[in-house]
């Protein structure tokens, strides 16, 4: 039996979160849940925003799946851990578990409408420094600076487990995206370290591109590139870039990952606005939890669930509004689940 812990999140979280759920016990998959609490939600009820509870079921799992948590403006609800605070519990996970790789597949799915077709891209982003060490301080009143850190070590080992990802699914070509032309040292220390990792790797074609000039191309012929393995901050932008080649964040899946733990989350909001209503669309987390099924051995099932949701997208009638249909979230979660009972293997 495989054990998880599910933190159901904020606003449309606990729906969608639900929702992979039922579809993921119709696979018939023997997994239970340790459901933990965090987010504002939690912090609004007198407890903490990420409690030890979270930590101590993720001890004993080692994979999590998340629905998405509320980041509110400002100081509040800062998210304390011993003695470090963060800005948000999804930062405050991925640093405390130590996940230095964030994996987001950008596909093109039938029914979804989008202005590209076959786009199939995977996005390696390196999750644990550059910029995002916030590292920054104000010179004077009218001067902010920010300090940027590129390791040879994180750079090596990201690139590394791209090719390894790609060995395992059959892909064929990475690209590392930098700025090294400007960013000599630390965007060139990244080129470098990912050209030395492709030499281990002699059976895969590697290239790099520009970041500036990779964007240019994404949106002319996204279908020509495979993976892509950038800095931290590269990677943020540019994966909601290729999210937005394929329908948008409420399609995307997303995966952070570590030597030790795994966490499998949607990379969109929490849209409090229709928590509740049986409006949210649960794609994202669903194939979240197939992305996290793949990870642990459970790749036929993982496979039929990805079948069953494209089944249900291209007839288009019990799909979401934002997708175009009529259907709610738990209309939407019956018919993938019909289709699972439909074909069972």
């Known amino acids: 039996m495989h054990r998880v812990t599910l933190i159901p999140g904020d606003g449309i979280g606990p729906e969608v979160t639900q929702s992979a759920r039922d579809i993921v016990a119709a696979t018939g998959v023997d997994l239970s849940w340790e459901v933990a609490e965090a ?52 930062i405050a996970l991925r640093k405390e578990l130590k996940l230095f790789v964030n994996v987001r597949p950008a596909r093109n799915y039938p029914g979804i409408k989008s202005r590209f077709d076959n786009v199939d891209i995977v996005i390696f982003r390196e999750n644990s420094e550059d910029l995002y060490i916030g590292r920054e301080r104000m010179v004077d009143a009218d001067t902010a600076e920010a300090i940027k850190v590129i390791t040879r070590q994180a750079s090596e080992r990201v690139t590394r487990f791209a090719f390894d990802y790609m060995q395992r699914t059959g892909r064929k070509k990475l690209t590392a995206v930098h700025k090294s032309n400007v960013l000599k040292m630390t965007d060139g220390l990244f080129l470098k370290s990912a050209q030395t990792v492709a030499k281990e790797y002699p059976a895969f074609e590697f290239d790099a ?56 989350e949607a990379v969109h909001g929490s849209a409090p606005d229709i928590a509740g209503q049986d409006l949210a669309n649960p794609m994202a987390v ?13 790749a036929v099932a993982a496979d039929r669930i990805d079948a069953a949701l494209a089944q249900v997208l291209q007839e288009g009638k019990q799909v979401t509004r934002d997708l175009g249909g009529t259907a709610g979230t738990r209309g939407m979660t019956r018919a993938i689940v019909d289709h699972l009972k439909a074909h069972q293997v």
């Open 39 to 90: 987010g504002m939600r939690a912090g609004n009820s007198g407890g903490h925003p990420l409690p030890p509870a979270v930590f101590e079921s993720i001890a004993r799992t080692k994979i999590v799946v998340k629905g998405p948590t509320q980041t509110p403006f400002g100081d509040a609800y800062p998210v304390q851990v011993g003695d470090r605070i963060y800005p948000s519990v999804a």
């Open 209 to 264: 591109r520009v970041v500036d000039a990779l964007c240019m191309e994404l949106v002319i012929k996204p279908e020509t590139f495979d993976c892509l393995v950038l800095p931290n901050l590269y990677g943020d932008i540019v994966s909601d870039l290729a999210a937005g080649l394929v329908g948008g964040l409420g399609v995307a899946p997303g995966a952070n990952i570590g030597d030790e733990c795994a966490m499998f």
């Open 286 to 298: 669903i194939l979240s939890v197939v992305m996290m099924l793949r990870y642990i051995g459970e």
